[in-house]
Nanobody
Framework: VQLQASGGGLVQAGDSLRLACAAS????????MGWFRQAPGKEREFVAA????????YYASSVKGRFTISRDNAKNTVYLQMSSLKPEDTAVYYC????????????????WGQGTLVTVSS
């Protein structure tokens, strides 16, 4: 599975932004998907995950209620809708694929996209 994240940019605090992660390959629908982020000087951290069918989701406490993960298996794409953005959400956001759900450890994920930068100004 090859993953390509997009949709990052510069926004102001309180704004919304939607990230997308397009996957290649016929097996996308058999993978659970996750979003992670890495701020400068910090470790990569879990943000959200979605099961292979999209019926279940799981969020980090820091984004729960503000971010929504979804997927469209017909389009081989997973999304991260981010609302009420804060400066502390500034990071490079990565999508990743894993066989099991839910998984929050980076080491559990098999495939990674290249990342897309989100910058939230105050």
């Amino acid at each position: 599975v090859q993953l390509q994240a997009s949709g990052g940019g510069l926004v102001q605090a309180g704004d919304s932004l939607r990230l997308a992660c397009a996957a290649s390959g016929r097996t996308f629908s058999s993978y659970a998907m996750g979003w992670f982020r890495q701020a400068p000087g910090k470790e990569r951290e879990f943000v959200a995950a979605i099961s292979s069918t999209g019926s279940s989701t799981y969020y980090a406490s820091s984004v729960k209620g503000r971010f929504t993960i979804s997927r469209d298996n017909a389009k081989n794409t997973v999304y991260l809708q981010m609302s009420s953005l804060k400066p502390e959400d500034t990071a490079v956001y990565y999508c990743a694929a894993v066989r099991m759900f839910p998984r929050i450890a980076t080491s559990s994920y098999e495939y990674w996209g290249q990342g897309t930068l989100v910058t939230v100004s105050s």
